[in-house]
């Protein structure tokens, strides 16, 4: 749960909660809420000081909601936007004619306004690292007729040098709301031999739809670049590039146009174009779901042509994407396989291993933490062999596995347990408040919760025995005790028993009156327990499930 919805829940935002009533509410249904809260906390209902002052309080808030789910335009900006959206400034340019559409158009461009005066403070740093390790020797046989000694031959050491180093920086530099600044820079070295490149861009927003960049580089001689997007109508988009290289042979020149076209939601079509020095036609199509990720592409060009497809099946419950890779061409065949696991909220790892002719058999490991990716490419085997492909599969899940479980699972939870210590500490306060509120409206629904027990007795009716909330943790919940982390709520739910009905709406419990988050950001359950027809009935929900009792399903003598 998120840092915003951990506030609105500790401040009672949810106004429909509140209220107890679905978001589809009509008027009528607004109206009937806030008249039976309204006689249970009009402090004119209460004589003595300490509970009228404590009413008042509750009463503040039950209006505050019904004002806001009554007017129709308040009710369409707090539906969009939330809270946050009734409290922005600005909000009096906007006529209470418009659509809930142009309400979220409105508060975004006053969000906008005032992303515009931090702009200042803002870059975007990015970074990669990128190795290359020859290990060919460890599965090579051994060679006689080499005319020297190693020491590494004579302890039997396999020979493993690491070719290749590269290094790419870059940051962004918001100058104004439309222009922003690029400065990156590249060094790399393979086989003793390095280089290095440095540019500088500007890009422009010309509009909603497009962006113009001018790019100026040096390195390998003076390069210079112009680029451009535009999109023309929904899901039809391109961009273009012009280069030009100066070389100790003259200018060269290129250019890349790539056409875009949306085919349905999770479908697009891509049409790349090149010109200068590698020349080719690039067709593309990708469908991305939640559970899958799907490209299909083919190349004609110079110097090679090639047919690729590629699969990803994504596992959100375990946070694991595994990928298939097929490429064939005029420069041989490709076979790629690999898994990526998220290991926290901002780091992914991912394993590939490559099975090509004439690139023989290739270990990629990769690490991502936010904007900065590390790369390790381990060259095996220049020929397709069974010991190093075995090899390079099972290792890397036998270590991945061998490191989640003694280092980076223990991290994880002693990081969540701290960071949970942390929220309850900085909620402390807010929580001793919210406990103090719910413990006066429990009050002053004592009088009203024992006249609607009477009456539900009198009928057979539907009268709450025992009502736990919070993280329960035992299978019996019937057997939780009142603890920090869990609330007795029999009264609560009972006062909101009507004609031997109760209806709990799909969201957090913690917002009904005289209930409270005791937890903010862990999960919670409701545990009931009532009689209807004389006849005992238990059931428990997940803390934003809804719940309407009482159910023939609930009776204790069919479970």
């Given at each position: ?525 409701l545990y009931v327990s009532y009689l209807f027809h004389a006849l005992v009935h238990k059931v428990t929900i997940k803390d934003r499930e809804g719940l309407r009792i009482p159910k023939q399903s609930h009776r204790v003598d069919q479970q």
């Open positions: 749960m998120s840092e915003s919805s951990d506030e609105s829940i500790l401040d009672g935002e949810d106004y429909y909660t509140f209220l107890n009533i679905p978001r589809d509410a009509t008027d009528e249904d607004i109206c009937n809420s806030y008249r039976r809260l309204s006689r249970l906390y009009h402090p004119d209902k209460h004589q003595h000081p300490d509970r009228k002052k404590e009413a008042e309080i509750l009463f503040s808030k039950t209006k505050k909601a019904y004002e806001v789910l009554i007017d129709g335009h308040q009710r369409a900006i707090y539906d969009n936007l939330g809270v946050a959206g009734l409290a922005t400034q600005g909000w009096e340019v906007v006529h209470r004619t418009k659509t809930p559409q142009e309400i979220r158009e409105e508060y975004e461009r006053l969000a906008r306004e005032r992303e515009e005066r931090r702009l200042q403070a803002r870059t975007n740093p990015k970074s990669s690292v990128s190795m290359t390790i020859n290990a060919t020797e460890l599965f090579a046989t051994g060679d006689d007729d080499t005319p020297y000694l190693d020491l590494r031959d004579i302890f039997g050491l396999p020979h493993i040098e690491i070719s290749g180093m590269s290094l790419n920086q870059s940051i962004e530099a918001p100058l104004t709301s439309k222009d922003t600044a690029i400065l990156s820079g590249q060094l790399s070295s393979h086989n003793g031999r390095g280089n290095g490149t440095l540019s500088c861009a500007l890009r422009r927003v010309l509009s909603e739809r497009g962006w113009a960049e001018v790019e100026l580089g040096t390195g390998a001689g003076l390069s210079c670049s112009i680029k451009c997007f535009r999109s023309f109508y929904q899901g039809f988009f391109a961009n273009a590039a012009l280069q030009a290289n100066v070389t100790p042979n003259g200018i060269r020149l290129g250019s890349i146009v790539t056409v875009a076209n949306q085919l349905d939601q999770q479908t697009t079509a891509y049409l790349t174009w090149k010109l200068g020095t590698s020349n080719g036609l690039t067709t593309m199509v990708i469908r991305d779901t939640e559970r899958l990720h799907a490209v299909a592409s083919m190349h004609f060009g110079v110097p090679q042509s090639y047919v690729s497809m590629t699969y990803m099946h994504k596992m959100p419950d375990h946070e694991i994407k595994l990928k298939l890779t097929a490429k064939v061409g005029t420069f041989g065949g490709l076979l790629e396989y690999s898994v990526e696991k998220q290991v926290s909220l901002h780091s992914h790892f991912s394993a590939t291993m490559s099975l090509g002719v004439p690139l023989g058999v290739q270990l990629r490991l990769r690490l991502r933490r936010a904007s900065q990716t590390y790369t390790c490419n381990i060259v095996l085997c220049d020929d397709l062999l069974p010991a190093p492909i075995v090899y390079g599969t099972l290792l890397p899940l036998v270590g991945w596995v061998a490191i989640d479980r003694l280092i980076v699972k223990p991290f994880l939870d002693e990081q969540k347990r701290q960071n949970m210590a942390r929220q309850r500490e900085s909620n402390k306060v807010r929580i001793s408040e919210l406990k103090r509120e719910a413990a006066a409206a429990v009050e002053l629904m004592r009088e009203t919760v024992k006249r609607n027990i009477d009456m539900e007795e009198n009928k057979k009716g539907l009268v709450i025995l025992k009502a736990m909330y919070g993280r329960l943790v035992s299978s019996e919940a019937d057997q939780e005790e009142a603890t920090d982390d869990v609330l007795n709520v029999t009264i609560q739910l009972q006062c909101l028993v009507k004609d031997s009905k109760l209806i709990l709406q799909e969201s957090s419990k913690c917002q009904l009156p005289g209930l409270y988050d005791t937890c903010p950001g862990e999960e919670k359950t």
